[in-house]
């Protein structure tokens, strides 16, 4: 990664023998020679043909790709349509992707050499060449490009298409698997030439993005739009050969690609999606990668059915990238729980003292409602201990108007449709549990209702999901768009359902007209995982959701899950996460629902004792309790850095945390508003440029000093030249000090945090570039025991 490209972006080593300069070699080629490019020459090869065992010549296939009838019925998008830019592909030999400019440039003149010409160069190259190089097959311009028709008889405009692609990538992974099993070896040599044409694509599209000045598409003057909506045409073709490509055998070369950098430098694509009616912090969501935001960018944004006047245009006009706040519910004391239909005079019911004595008691209250009296209209209700019968858990988002406490209850035409639900999952049955009716606003009660939060999840028969914007959606529409709908629902993002997610038996989501569907059957499989990756991407969380069901959780687990969550009372993070972990009872929410707020977090992290190695390097606000300043104040936290044990694990203790970190240590400095700043390992000849990432608001945000003292860096690994990693400033004592609380009496540098900084290996000169004097610190390298407090 270099400075000052856009955040998230790493600039990856350049695989496969292509250097840097290799890279730069053929956009500089582009740039001289692709203009005025004449009709290639009569190199087509016809009925040529080839054993499918012999693979490492290519393929010659002809439009029979396009009536494979045995495949499953393709998605119906990958991309939108994208406005082509012109470059001739038909007409040439099929060659890998790093000859296919050079091929076509064999036959054209250097004259009249323009930028908007090798811009289509590029983009055939990414398109039409990528797949020919991957597939081992000519592609015809006629399989992926349609003109649409203008308007006042102007010539038709040119666009490239998705239809025919799923068509295209079934036929090649039925070959793939037909090579696995008659030639696995020539199998993994394929799979390693497609390896090398994803790098070399990827190499191509970072120099693009990572590089503004040297922008072909910028250079060429493109709309705004078509530019951004060309980038998301690549990115998703790659995604979705990338997907393809896990057809495979297991042996073979893989590498993970993620081409969601180019999501960075398309801006207008959420401007337009948030002006449209998105929400800034779904948009964020869905950008994990191109396709999943190429597809919501094509569908209309979420409408919530709860009786309120505000448009969608402006329900979402106070969310940021970091929150959605349309979702939370103010503590004004005005809320009050719908009707059915309104109006409705129909009044609230509510078993509130009986819930209060099975609380007492210690047991989980549950709510049996009888049908409506003739007398009354309305159905009678009680509340029964959850250990004497079967009950379906009811989930919902107090934003779409179900809320209320167990004292106040809920309408009762409420009443008669929940029960009516639940008759539908489980017949006969009229016992359910919602919070609304089950959890007193009593502190007292309110806690110990809390406590059992995780038994009421763990023991029901299922739990049935109400979100007014599934609600909204038919149970007959597309698979992709069902988890549009799930993965951009209140319910996915909201703190509190992701324990429900993971202990219950079983997710049941409730669409239009009331047509329920369990979770598990909106996850795709077999080879609708393949045929439908806009669909495989969506469902990757819900996957995980469905896997964590299957083993002890780590705070890993947990912190991937909980980083697209949020809650309008913060405080209730470890309380909602509390009973996903086995920590034998050191530890439950109603212990710590009995602790002040800012107790608990710490209190959390001493009960896992064990935490990922890297904890300390992540970013957000910190706590500022004594020998937890290392800590975050929550794992909610919408970034991308997340914890991982694979790097191995420290040792929490109440006096702080037990580690041994790569370190560079030095004199003792100031730093006052520094933003960046060196340090010269004198022993190893190095130079490494510390950038810090939180000065003026944004550090006034997360409460991270701007002056401050220091004489050591903690990091997460000590990086090779021009790589960027995470490190952690810290003051260390010089005399070290004696733990007594670790697994060993050992001496430890006691490290006091400060900040979290960006470090990266440079070359010299470029802090002799440095304008206005850097500064320059003298320092050693090492690895050292310590405490970070």
């Not at 083993?551 to 909602?576: V, Y």
């Not at 606000?621 to 044990?645: H, I, N, Y």
């Amino acid at each position: 990664m270099q400075l000052g490209t856009p955040a998230g972006i790493r600039f990856k080593a350049t695989p496969l023998g292509w250097t840097n300069a290799t890279v730069w070699e053929l956009r500089a080629d582009i740039t001289r020679q692709t203009d005025g490019l004449c009709k290639p020459r009569s190199l087509v090869q016809t009925n040529k043909h080839i054993n499918i065992n012999t693979t490492s010549a290519p393929i010659m296939l002809s439009r029979i790709l396009m009536i494979e009838s045995q495949h499953p019925k393709p998605p119906p998008f990958i991309f939108a349509d994208t406005l082509w830019l012109g470059a001739p592909h038909d007409g040439y030999d099929l060659v890998p992707l790093q000859d296919y400019r050079a091929l076509r440039l064999q036959s054209c003149t250097r004259q009249n050499s323009s930028p908007q010409s090798r811009a289509a160069m590029l983009q055939a190259l990414l398109t039409f060449g990528l797949l020919e190089a991957v597939t081992e097959t000519k592609v015809a311009e006629c399989t992926l490009l349609h003109p649409l028709p203008s308007k006042e008889n102007l010539e038709p405009r040119m666009v490239i298409t998705s239809a025919n692609i799923p068509r295209l990538l079934a036929n090649w992974r039925s070959r793939i698997r037909s090579l696995a099993s008659e030639a696995p070896d020539q199998a993994t040599r394929w799979s390693c030439r497609v390896q090398t044409a994803l790098k070399q694509a990827l190499a191509l599209l970072e120099a693009e993005v990572l590089r503004p000045g040297f922008s072909v598409f910028r250079a060429a003057g493109l709309d705004e739009r078509d530019h951004a909506q060309i980038l998301i045409q690549i990115g998703s073709l790659a995604e979705m050969v990338v997907s393809s490509s896990y057809v495979f055998p297991v042996n073979s070369p893989r590498q993970g690609f993620s081409w969601s950098f180019l999501l960075a430098t398309t801006p207008v694509v959420k401007d337009e999606m948030v002006a449209s009616g998105w929400c800034p912090f779904t948009i964020e969501v869905l950008s994990e990668t191109v396709k999943m935001l190429a597809y919501a960018r094509v569908c209309p944004p979420m409408v919530r059915e709860s009786g309120s006047s505000t448009s969608t245009a402006h329900m979402h006009r106070q969310c940021s990238k970091k929150a959605c706040v349309a979702n939370n519910i103010p503590d004004s004391g005005a809320y009050e729980p719908r009707h059915v239909v309104s109006p409705c005079a129909c009044r609230k019911l509510e078993a509130g003292k009986d819930v209060v004595d099975l609380l007492l008691d210690g047991r989980v209250p549950v709510i049996k409602t009888k049908p409506a009296m003739q007398d009354t209209h309305e159905p009678a209700l009680c509340a029964a201990d959850a250990a004497s019968t079967t009950y379906i858990a009811i989930s919902h988002v107090w934003a779409d108007g179900l809320g209320s406490t167990a004292e106040a209850g809920i309408p009762s035409c409420q009443i008669t449709r929940l029960s009516a639900m639940v008759q539908k999952i489980a017949p006969n049955s009229f016992t359910f549990w919602l919070d609304s009716l089950c959890v007193p606003a009593r502190k007292d009660m309110r806690k110990k209702a809390i406590g059992l939060m995780a038994q009421t999840y763990r023991n029901a028969s299922a739990v049935l999901v109400l979100d007014s914007t599934l609600q909204s959606t038919p149970l007959s529409a597309p698979r992709e768009l069902k988890l549009l709908r799930v993965i951009s629902s209140p319910w996915m993002q909201r703190l509190w359902t992701l324990q429900e997610a993971i202990l219950s038996k079983e997710v049941i989501f409730a669409f239009a007209d009331n047509q329920l569907a369990p979770l598990a059957e909106l996850i795709p499989s077999g080879e609708d995982l393949l045929a439908n990756a806009v669909a495989a991407d969506l469902a990757s969380e819900i996957f995980r959701l469905q896997k964590y069901k299957e083993r002890i959780l780590t705070l890993s687990d947990i912190s991937s899950a909980l980083r697209w969550r949020t809650s309008s009372k913060p405080a209730d993070e470890t309380l909602a996460i509390a009973g996903l972990f086995d920590t034998n009872d050191k530890v439950n929410a109603f212990t710590l629902a009995g602790l002040p707020a800012e107790k608990r977090m710490a209190s959390f992290l001493l009960s896992l004792r064990h935490l990922p190695y890297n904890i300390i390097f992540l970013s957000g606000r910190k706590l500022t309790e004594p020998a937890f300043r290392w800590a975050p104040t929550t794992f909610m936290r919408a970034v991308e850095s997340t914890l991982s044990f694979g790097l191995g694990h420290v040792t929490c203790t109440p006096s702080g945390l037990l580690a041994e970190y790569p370190v560079i240590y030095f004199p003792s400095t100031v730093m006052d508003n520094q933003s960046r700043w060196f340090i010269r390992d004198v022993a190893r000849n190095r130079v490494y440029k510390a950038v810090d990432l939180y000065l003026g608001d944004e550090a006034e945000a997360i409460g991270a000093p701007v002056r401050y003292s220091c004489n050591i860096v903690l990091l997460m690994q000590v990086p090779r030249s021009y790589q960027m990693t995470y490190g952690v400033v810290a003051w260390g004592g010089t005399e070290p000090s004696v733990d007594v609380e670790g697994d060993e009496e050992q001496p430890r540098i006691v490290c006091e945090f400060r900040k979290r900084v960006l470090f990266q290996h440079v070359m010299e000169s470029e802090m002799v570039g440095e304008n206005a004097g850097p500064l320059v610190v003298q320092g050693k390298a090492g690895r050292m025991r310590v405490k970070v407090v």
